[in-house]
Structure formats: C-alpha cells, structure tokens
C-alpha cells in the first residue's frame, strides 16, 4: 500500500530506531448485516486511515468522544480485532497480518488494561492465581519463583502482598484497576495500551492510579497508548497526544502544543471544555459544539467534522482534509490551514 504524504511525514521526522509502535493508514469497518439473509448493507467506519507513532518510553495520549474509534484502533493494534486495511508495526515489524502463532512473543510484548476492572478479573480465583496465570501459560518460573513475582509486582502498584489470597470482590475499585495493571505487567511487556483505564474510577482514585502508572513506567520502561474521552485526564501522564473524532485523526502535537495553540476546531472544542488545573491558568471561553456526533456508518462527506465546525467553509463539505505537520511534531487535518 502507498504512504501518503502525511504517513511519510509521520514517520521521516523521527529517527526510527526511537520509534517502538508506528500505526499507518489503519482502517477498522464492521459489516452492518441486514435481513433475513443477514446481507451486508453498510459498514461502520469504526477507524479510518489513522495514522501515528509511538516512540519508545513516552505516553501518547490518545482521546476523543465515545465512539471516535479510539477503542477499536486500540484493540485493532493488539489484532482483538483484524484491520480491514493499513499496517501496524512493532518495533519496525509490521504484525498487522501476522497469524496467532506468529503473533504470540508480540502478545507478550503488548498487553492491555481494560476500562472495568470489574469484568476483567475472573471473581471466582484469588487475585494471586490471577496474577499468576500468565507464568502458567507460558511455562515461566518454578512455583516459589512465581509465588515472589507476584508478591513484588502487587508491591510495585501499592497494595499489601499479604492480600494475594483475596478474591477481586474483597477490593475497592482503585484496588482492582492496580491489580488490573499487575497483571499486564507479569510478562514485562514493552507497550501498555491502557484503554480509558481511570475513567470508571472516583476522579480522587484517578490520580492515584495515574500516579503508579507513571512509577511504573520509569521502573520498567514502559511505553504507554493511554486511550481516554477526556483531555484533562491524559494531561499529566501524556508526553503526546492524537486527538480522534469519528474515526478520523484530526490532530497531533506535544502535549505543552496541544494544551497551549491548539489548531484543530475541535481540539479547541474539547479543550474549553476542560476545567482550570490551576486558578492562575486564564479560562478559555467554552465552545459549545452544535448537535450529536454523526453516525459512522454515514459519515459526512468532505471533513468528517463539517456538521459540528463553527469554522465550516463551502470546500469542508467536499475534500477531505489531509494530517500535515505544520510545526515540528504538531500535525492537523483541517482546511483552514492550508
Ligand atoms: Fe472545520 Fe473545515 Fe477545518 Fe473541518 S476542515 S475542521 S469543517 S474548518
């Protein structure tokens, strides 16, 4: 498949050996099945033609509403789903069509923390067992070895060893999303892809999560997709940040860009919405969108974003507009700089 010129900017500007996730032109339909026959009738464009990078050791945050095609772009990379079309590559192999078994040292590689810690963890073994599994599957560690890794690995997110025998529903909800982040760090995995990982959580159990993620990265190298629909979330734990609206890109920058000069419309829409972290920040005036994020199974024509745009021009209903980096690192998709 051709790099457009946006992919090759995407990937030119860095120097490859730093880049440890690069994403490019990932397109994700569904069928929509209709009839008694079950026919094909549409898709829903879940994720199309996303483009990105990650490079080794840093947070990219990557946010937008509910049904952006954040989530799906994160469990296409980890293939929970097939890419319809486009590559992803881990540390310059493209795994995007790789079967399970060549896949397997790439799913120890790649692990991810899922929203509800409620649903990921089996209620019915002890957090110790769970914790444990992986080393199991893989055939890692004698028994007491095991045993050890799992007492450091539940110190390491700040919970007491001694509660190993305990069943998930015996933890708070904090508590069970620190497990969560145990568990995939067992196999020391290089890239985490934390999908909306503090969103369920009280916003004071938030930070402190946030906070052991950031511990751990350090301790452990990680490399971090932080997935999450709010900007002032992925503020402190995001070194960049990709902003997505109906399965398009829409802009890339480094964080201190985004948060300050933002370009895009609807980055500048998101950002009015997110509250002073500080009471010497200047408030920005809030930008209310006008009506509901269009259905991705008909997405608007031209730029996808059209509908909503206080910006809007004649030519945004037709031309789709392309990612191109305007400053260093900070890449956009929108008509009005062109
Ligand atoms: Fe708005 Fe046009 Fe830019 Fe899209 S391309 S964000 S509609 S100004």
Do not use: W
């Not at 990650?54 to 789903?81: A, D, M, N, Q």
């Amino acid at each position: 498949m051709a790099k457009t010129l946006e992919q090759e900017k995407l990937t030119v500007n860095e120097n490859q050996s730093d880049i440890l996730l690069e994403v490019n032109g990932l397109k994700k339909f569904f069928p929509v099945k209709a009839g008694i026959l079950q026919r094909t009738v549409g898709h829903v464009k879940a994720v199309d033609d996303v483009s990105f990078y990650v490079k080794k050791g840093e947070t990219f945050g990557l946010v937008g509403e509910s049904g952006c095609g954040k989530s799906t772009t994160g469990r296409t990379i980890i293939r929970l789903y097939e890419p319809t079309d486009g590559k992803v590559l881990f540390e310059g192999k493209d795994i995007s069509n790789l079967n399970e078994k060549q896949l397997k040292p790439y799913r120890r590689d790649i692990q991810m923390v899922f929203q509800d810690p409620y649903s990921s963890l089996n209620p019915r073994k002890t957090v110790g067992t769970i914790l444990e599994e992986p080393y199991r599957v893989h055939k890692l560690y004698s028994k007491a070895e095991r045993k050890e890794r799992v007492e450091h690995l539940l110190e390491k997110v700040g919970l007491n060893p001694d509660l190993r025998n305990r069943y998930p529903h015996e933890f708070s909800g904090g508590q069970r999303q620190r497990i969560g982040i145990a568990r995939a760090l067992t196999l020391n995995p290089k890239l985490i892809i934390g999908d909306e990982p503090v969103s369920a959580l009280d916003v004071s159990i938030q930070s402190q999560v946030l906070n052991i993620m950031d511990d751990l990265q350090k301790d452990f190298g990680l490399t971090y997709l932080f997935i999450a629909h709010d900007l002032g979330v992925v503020k402190h734990i995001s070194d960049r940040i990709g902003v997505m609206y109906l399965g398009k890109m829409m802009e890339i920058a480094p964080k201190r860009r985004l948060y300050s000069n933002p370009f895009h419309p609807y980055t500048q829409a998101l950002l009015s919405a997110v509250p002073k972290s500080h009471p010497s920040e200047v408030k920005k005036e809030r930008i209310i969108l006008k009506g509901d994020v269009p259905s991705p199974s008909n997405p608007p024509k031209g730029c996808v974003f059209h509908t909503r745009c206080p910006k809007v021009m004649d030519h945004c209903k037709q031309e789709i507009p392309a990612l191109k980096e305007l400053e260093p690192g900070h890449f956009v998709a929108c008509h009005l700089y062109e």
